[in-house]
Every structure is written in structure tokens, then in C-alpha cells.
């Protein structure tokens, strides 16, 4: 067996130095379904890249479409009867803008690993731990049951989970929920794939469990110096483990940078609120810092900054025109057009 | 008012549905009383091939298929419609009592009802119920009620298991509600929502149940029009004269049709 | 706590908690979820309940609001027993129709807890009828208002469910928990199914509430960050016990209990 290094021509670059060319890129990216003749967007103009070894969280609330632009990662919007309506998405140098399930079936996995939403349901109830990472490793090469073994142990010792012969013969029902998702991470990594996108790896679990699961992941990225694209509700998850931060709202990219920078300075007043209105920031007895209203469902996004209805700073200008595209100020990137005067 | 913007907002097919089973129940109204023979009227020749004078042409008795299929309409449908409601009803609120009561006897009896009637196939079922209250119209929407309610109750029950365990009962409880309201007032109502949209969807089943009992001989007797009957009638010349069993299958078809459509788009708005 | 009579004051206390146990049986196995409980809270005072799932805290919260029953133990609301042995030597289970209106319950799951067939101005209403007496029409009105109150306008009031967002239909649940006029709100992790920016704008409006009303809270959640915000005291519950308790500055910056210092340490910053 080779190490536990992946197989990427580039890990980790660093900022200064200039990419051959990043790993994952995203040009003016549409997803959504066609309704009555006319494009019904989720996502909307998704424009960024991904560096091999790099990370980037992407941050929103119910309905801002990161968990279908995720899913475009890995191929499996038609599932949800949704395509990519326009632009380019090129992953490890392929475009794979219109692949096939079967190109897909190349990608999933040693491309792209990929740890879904609901993974504490994800795991078959009636087959051990173990039939199931010999699954996920048989979908990269044929292997001998023993070399199978194997590799099966030495994912779930990667993954830190003790007693590991106990475990490789139990079932879904007998793990905590913070050992399930460990196994979960265990087979996104089976064929060290150079990226693993994680939809709300966290969300169901316990705090302290939360804690460990966040410390292994970042140990991981570090080991492995693997890409990571991770999808969360919540803004501190992605900074604890991300280089990067993408801000989503209704389905457009608002503000993206390096997350110390946004932390120390957001330029988007929604990221402002999602920032300050986290419990964290106030001090008992004072009023949290609330946006108002409620925001845009798909289909009844407002003419000019969808967040202008909601948004404290909004004037004439933000009111017309479509939804404005992300330009630099200063350190990054964002999409309000008064973040100069604002934020 | 309510009912325009009820159609508005059904999807497309379910929309069509209304439009066509609105027509075939027009044109039930219309071409009997239009056409120049009478619906038991026996003034033309027999088995006439379908012409401009009989365009679905006449029957063994020299009767005009197009006015008696068009005249079986109000019948059927009128059989159709109480025999959804009446086991929709019954099924419906025995399901939820089952589903809520905490007396043993009630929710394994009712347990017991359900699950024997629905091991029998319906219309042996049915059949066997006829040969017990008789035959005819009457006999028939007993026999449907009695055999299909087991269906709508296992529907409910499930429904209602489900809801009992929501937090919006134990909400209910702790404002004070008695256990008799919020089963009837909460419970109840959102039981019938599901089953009512599979309601609709059964209204095809029991046209055809209607047409195959009458069929059978155990539904409407003759010279009531009826579209089972009249194909039952029509089968002894299926070599000579097929028009016989065209014309009532052409028009049963489309109505059954219309209400599936209907029902589909009910159902998908209860799932959404 | 033998000595005092149904309908006496307890110091002034709306809860009083004393040696609270809950026993759930599952298939013959007796479960101890809550063992050994005691709470005592003021009219305008809050407490938090924190611990991870398993640890009780959802089954205390069922218990005071007469969900479930303890199996030892007493619960007293505004001098009323609801669960318990009273002075005479009878058992008390639950609440009676005089005071079944002073403990309300906010839940987790705002789509569960709403009945989906019902508008949020009829539910609201239907709830003030039954606490009220007056006409429809007067209760419609009441009901109108306390939608206000919680930041629902009219249209949304009438208009169907499915409409309301998440946090929208949690605002709704509030007004029908404030229909009866209660002393004593439980609140089981009233916002973490919602999303942060919903989040914020309930626990301001539950505050707000706190304070106009004059009611005691009893907040559970798997969240510290949010009882340190919001509650006086805390009491953190570990595999059925209370691990520690105390005043909440006290607990957050100097924890006695190593479960308690994880907590704290597990907090994302």
C-alpha cells in the first residue's frame, strides 16, 4: 500500500504561487429547470474556483441553492429533476458541464468524494460496516477480499475510530450518530479522491461530537491535503475548517474570500447580519441583531439585489436591474454595489 | 368564486379532466333529449351498422347506442359518486378512530374488519354481498360501500397514527382541548384530506366495478341503460356487430379518463 | 414536600420542582430518563436546561408541562400541584381545568406543530375561545392582535400554512402558547430547526414577551451559546442527572463539572 497521500499532480497551493490551473472551476454557473418555456433558476451565476488542496465553504440559509450547487459537483441534480442550465463547471481539468451518468460514475468517489446531507440515515441497515467500505472500494478497482480487508481497516483508523474489529462487523443501528458519520467519511475517502464536498456534515449531531467531527475533518484536509468543499448553515462550521468562504443568498454568490478576511470585515450586509446575528455576538439583555422578512423563494426573486427588500443600507439603485455580479473591494469579493459606503 | 380559483390552481391534466368529464355529463343532458329516438325506444332495425341516422349505431333490440350511452351517463356517474363517498365516510372516520382510541377492542376489531376485507379480491367480495342484499342499484352501492371502506380506513388510520404524534396534538392538549375535539376537529379533518384525494382517483375503479357487477348480470337490469349492462348485452354479437360494445366502452372510457386525471392532480397537491 | 395544600403559594414560586423522576418502560425495561430533578423559578425569571440528546432534558420539559407523568417526585405551578402527593395522601397527576392554562409549551419542529389544515387566525382564535368567554367574533379579534404581536399581519393570518416560513409558523405557535395567558412558558429548543437569521428574530420576540408578561421561562437547548444569552440560571443535564446548576455567568466562566468544561470547550467561536 503507497501512503495515505492522494494522488494530485498539485496539493496544496498556496496563494502566492500561481496554478497550473484550479482544480475545480465554475464560470457562470445556472442551475434550475425549465418551466413553461422559461429557465426557473436555483442557482444562479455560481462563478469561482477551487484550487487542488484548497477549501472553500459555502454558507447559506434554507433556499440560497447551496445544496443544489453541490450537487452539481457530483453529477446528481437530474435525481432532483433539476439540470445545469448554462455555463461551465471543468472538475480535475474535464468539462463536465453536460457529462453523462456514466461520466459521472468516473468522477463520484475517486474524483470527487462525497459525504451527503442526511448521512446519518446513508448507511444500509443490514450490512456490516465493512461490506460497505469493500462496496465503496470495489467501485475504484477489483481487489482480493484481503487486500479489501485491509484497506477497509485502514480507512477507519484514518477516520479515528477506536476498536476498529469490533466496528467492521457491526451495523448502522449499534453506532453513535458521531461514529456513523465517521464511517461516512471513511467511504467518501476510499479511493482518495483529491476533493470531498461535505453537505452539512454536522447538523444533526451533538455538540461535543460536532466538536470532534470538525477536528478530524481538519486534521484530515491537513494529512491527506485534500480539497474540501463544505456546504453549512452555519458561518462559525465553515470558518473552523475553511480557507475560503462563498456566501449564498436566493441562489446568487454575494461575497467570497479568505474567511479571516470576511470574518474580520464582511463586505455584504447580509453576511453582516448572518455574522452579527449569531447568539455569540450579544451580550444578555440586549437585542439580537435580526434581518427582517423572510428570504425570496425560487421563482419570486426581486428585480436588483434579491437581499434589497430585506436590507437596511437598500436605496433606489439596489431596486432595478438583475441581481449584481461580484466585484473586488479591497480584500474580496462582493455584490452589493454600496459595499464601499456600507459595510 | 371559490370554485374558479380551485380550477386556476389544479395542474394542467387535472384541469382537462374537469373540462371533460364537465362535457360528458353535458352531453348526458343533451343528446338524450336532442336525439329523435327514445332511450328504450325500439323504432329501428337491429344490430344497424353506425350510419348518419344511429352514427354508434342500434342494438339487438333496434335500439340507438349513442342515446343510450349518453343516457347511461347520469346513472353510472350518480352510482360512481356515492359509492366513493359512502365508503370514503365511513372509511374514513373508523380508520382515525382506530388510529386514535385506546380502547383494545375497538382498534383490533376495526384492525381485524380491515385487514380481512382487504384480503379478498373486491369484486368477488362485492359479488358475494350482492348475492346476499339482492340486485340492482341499490344492492350495488351497498356491496361497493361494504367491501371498499376497509380501504379508505387503512388509508386514515395510517394517516392518523401519523398526526397523533405530532407536536401540534400535544399543543392541543395542553390548551385544554378535549380528546373527543381534537380527534374530530383536527385529526379527523386532516385524515380526510388524504383519503378524499384517493377518493377521486377511485371514482374510475367504481365505474368500472358498476360496469363489470352489471356485466355480471348482478347490477342494473334491462332496459334501464346502463354501460356495463349494455355491454354485457352487446357481447353475444362481438363477431357481427362490434358497434354493440364501442359505443358504451368509447363513452365509459372517456369519462373514466377525465377522473383519473382529476384524481392524479388531487393527489399530487395532497403529496406537495 | 408534604405540609402544603393545593392552592398555597409556594414562596412565591411559579415552579417548584422537588425530587423529579421519570421512569419510561420499553419492552419491559424500566428506563430512568430523568433522575432526581428539583427547579425552582420566579414570575419574570428564565432558566436554560442544556445537555445532549439522551440526557433528559426533553423528558423534564414533557413532565411540567404534564406530557408525561413522573414516577416520583412533585411539580408544583403557581401553588398548584400537578403531580405529585397531595396533603391528604392522594395521588395528583396532571392538570385540571383550573389550571391547565397556566403552563404553555413551545416545540422544536415548527411544521409539526401547527395543525396543517388549519389558518394560523383560526387556530389562534379556536385557542382564545377556549380560555375566553365571549363570542367568535371577539375572539377573532384577540386573536388578530396577538398574531400582531408576534409579527404575523392579517393577510398572513388568513392565508393558508403553507405560505409561512419556517420561523413564520414558530411566531404562530407563540401566539397560540400566549391565548390562555400562562405563567410559565416551556420553550424545547424553539429554534433549532430554523435558520439563524429566523433564529435571532424569535429569541427577541420571546424575550420581548418575557418581559411584557411577566412570565417564567424554561428554555431547553442543546445550544449553550443561546442559554448564555438568554437565561438567569442554568442547569446542565447529563444521562438523566444534573450535572451542575447555578447562575449562568457562574457556570459559563468558571464550570465545576468536567461535562460542563467539554460543553463550553465544544462552542465554536
Not at chain 2, 352487446?234 to 356487430?241: I, N, P
Request: proline share 5%; aromatic share 6%; hydrophobic share 45%.
Amino acid at each position: 500500500m503507497p501512503d495515505a497521500t492522494p494522488v494530485t499532480t498539485n496539493p496544496r497551493v498556496t496563494s502566492s504561487v500561481p496554478a497550473a490551473s484550479p482544480f475545480l472551476i465554475a464560470e457562470s454557473l445556472r442551475i434550475g429547470l425549465m418551466r413553461d418555456g422559461a429557465e426557473l433558476r436555483i442557482v444562479d451565476a455560481a462563478d469561482f474556483t477551487l484550487d487542488a488542496g484548497a477549501s472553500l465553504g459555502i454558507v447559506g440559509e434554507s433556499g440560497s441553492g447551496k445544496t443544489m450547487l453541490c450537487r452539481s459537483f457530483i453529477g446528481t441534480l437530474p435525481r432532483y429533476g433539476v439540470r445545469v442550465l448554462g455555463g461551465r463547471l471543468t472538475i480535475g481539468g474535464r468539462d463536465v458541464t453536460g457529462a453523462t451518468e456514466d461520466d459521472w460514475r468516473a468522477i463520484r468517489g475517486k474524483v470527487i468524494g462525497y459525504v451527503p446531507q442526511s448521512s446519518l440515515a446513508g448507511l444500509n441497515p443490514v450490512l456490516t460496516v465493512e461490506t460497505q467500505l469493500l462496496e465503496a472500494l470495489q467501485i475504484g478497482q477489483a481487489m482480493d477480499k484481503a487486500s479489501g480487508r485491509a484497506e477497509a481497516r485502514r480507512l477507519l483508523d484514518l477516520v479515528r475510530i477506536p476498536r476498529v474489529d469490533s466496528v467492521l462487523h457491526e451495523r448502522s443501528h449499534q453506532l453513535s450518530g458521531g461514529m456513523k458519520q465517521r464511517v461516512m467519511i471513511a467511504a467518501a475517502l476510499a479511493l482518495r479522491p483529491p476533493l470531498l464536498v461535505l453537505d452539512e456534515p454536522t447538523t444533526a449531531l451533538d455538540v461535543t461530537v460536532q466538536y470532534e467531527i470538525l477536528m478530524l475533518l481538519r486534521q484530515l484536509r491537513e494529512d491527506l491535503r485534500m480539497g474540501m468543499i463544505l456546504i453549512s448553515h452555519d458561518l462559525a462550521v465553515v470558518e473552523f475548517l475553511c480557507q475560503r468562504v462563498m456566501t449564498m443568498y436566493a441562489g446568487a454568490t454575494v461575497e467570497l474570500g479568505q474567511a479571516d478576511a470576511i470574518r474580520a470585515r464582511p463586505r455584504h450586509p447580509y453576511t453582516h447580519a448572518l455574522l452579527y446575528s449569531r447568539l455569540g455576538m450579544a451580550e444578555r439583555g440586549q437585542d439580537l441583531i435580526a434581518i427582517p422578512g423572510e428570504m425570496p423563494v425560487v421563482g419570486a426573486w426581486p428585480a436588483g439585489c434579491r437581499f434589497g427588500p430585506r436590507c437596511a443600507h437598500a436605496v433606489d439603485a439596489c431596486r432595478s436591474g438583475p441581481q449584481p455580479l461580484p466585484r473586488f473591494v479591497d480584500t474580496h469579493l462582493t455584490a452589493c454595489i454600496r459595499a464601499e459606503e456600507v459595510t | 368564486m371559490r370554485l374558479v380559483r380551485w380550477f386556476r390552481e389544479l395542474p394542467r391534466a387535472g384541469q382537462v379532466g374537469v373540462l371533460i368529464i364537465a362535457m360528458v355529463l353535458l352531453l348526458g343532458l343533451i343528446v338524450p333529449a336532442i336525439s329523435p329516438y327514445g332511450v328504450e325506444g325500439t323504432e329501428s332495425g337491429s344490430n344497424e351498422a353506425p350510419s348518419l341516422a344511429h352514427p354508434f349505431g342500434t342494438d339487438q333490440l333496434g335500439r340507438d347506442i349513442i342515446t343510450r350511452s349518453f343516457a347511461a351517463t347520469h346513472l353510472d356517474v350518480f352510482v360512481a359518486v356515492v359509492g366513493v363517498l359512502v365508503p370514503l365516510l365511513i372509511g374514513t372516520v373508523l380508520g382515525a378512530l382506530a388510529a386514535t382510541t385506546d380502547i383494545r377492542v375497538i382498534r383490533g376489531g376495526i384492525a381485524l374488519l380491515i385487514d380481512g376485507i382487504n384480503a379478498f379480491p373486491f369484486l368477488i367480495l362485492a359479488l358475494g354481498v350482492i348475492a346476499v342484499v339482492g340486485t340492482g342499484i341499490t344492492g350495488m352501492i351497498v356491496a361497493i360501500a361494504l367491501t371498499s371502506w376497509a380501504r379508505y380506513a387503512k388509508l386514515a388510520r395510517t394517516r392518523a397514527a401519523t398526526l397523533r404524534e405530532l407536536d401540534f396534538v400535544s399543543a392541543l392538549k395542553l390548551l385544554g382541548y378535549s380528546r373527543v375535539r381534537i380527534v374530530i376537529r383536527h385529526i379527523l379533518p386532516n385524515c380526510f384530506r388524504e383519503t378524499a384525494a384517493y377518493g377521486v382517483s377511485d371514482f374510475t375503479l367504481v365505474i368500472l366495478t358498476v360496469a363489470a357487477l352489471s356485466f355480471l348480470g348482478a347490477g342494473v337490469r334491462p332496459p334501464t341503460p346502463e354501460w356495463g349492462s349494455m355491454m354485457a348485452d352487446g357481447r353475444m354479437f362481438l363477431m357481427s356487430a362490434p358497434w354493440l360494445l364501442v359505443g358504451p366502452g368509447i363513452v365509459l372510457t372517456i369519462t373514466a379518463f377525465g377522473v383519473s386525471l382529476i384524481g392524479e392532480a388531487l393527489k399530487d397537491r395532497v403529496r406537495a | 414536600m408534604a405540609g402544603t395544600t393545593t392552592g398555597v403559594r409556594v414562596d412565591g414560586d411559579l415552579i417548584a420542582i422537588d425530587g423529579l423522576h421519570v421512569t419510561y418502560r420499553t419492552r419491559g425495561d424500566d428506563v430512568l430518563a430523568v433522575q432526581g430533578f428539583d427547579l425552582r423559578l420566579r414570575a419574570g425569571a428564565s432558566t436554560g436546561i442544556v445537555g445532549e440528546s439522551g440526557s433528559g432534558k426533553s423528558t423534564v420539559a414533557k413532565a411540567i408541562v404534564g406530557l408525561v407523568a413522573p414516577s416520583q417526585g412533585s411539580i408544583r405551578i403557581d401553588g398548584d400541584l400537578v403531580a405529585g402527593t397531595d396533603a391528604s395522601g392522594n395521588r395528583v397527576t396532571g392538570y385540571v381545568r383550573a389550571n391547565r392554562w397556566k403552563v404553555q409549551m413551545i416545540f422544536q419542529d415548527p411544521y409539526g406543530s401547527l395543525d396543517p389544515r388549519q389558518q394560523p387566525l383560526d387556530a389562534v382564535a379556536e385557542a382564545v375561545h377556549q380560555w375566553q368567554p365571549g363570542s367568535r367574533g371577539a375572539a377573532r379579534t384577540e386573536a388578530l392582535g396577538l398574531l400582531k404581536s408576534v409579527g404575523i399581519s392579517e393577510r398572513q393570518a388568513t392565508s393558508g400554512l403553507r405560505a409561512l416560513s419556517g420561523g413564520q409558523r414558530q411566531r404562530v405557535s407563540i401566539a397560540r402558547a400566549l391565548a390562555p395567558r400562562p405563567q410559565v412558558l416551556v420553550a424545547d429548543e424553539p429554534t433549532s430547526s430554523l435558520d439563524q437569521s429566523a433564529q435571532a428574530a424569535i429569541l427577541n420576540l420571546l424575550r420581548r414577551i418575557q418581559a411584557e408578561r411577566g412570565l417564567a421561562i424554561v428554555f431547553i437547548s442543546h445550544d449553550l451559546a443561546l442559554v448564555r444569552y438568554l437565561t438567569d440560571t442554568v442547569m446542565v443535564m447529563k444521562d438523566g442527572f444534573v450535572v451542575e446548576s447555578g447562575s449562568t455567568d457562574r457556570v459559563f466562566s468558571s464550570p465545576d463539572h468536567d461535562y460542563t468544561k467539554r460543553l463550553i470547550a465544544s462552542v465554536l467561536a
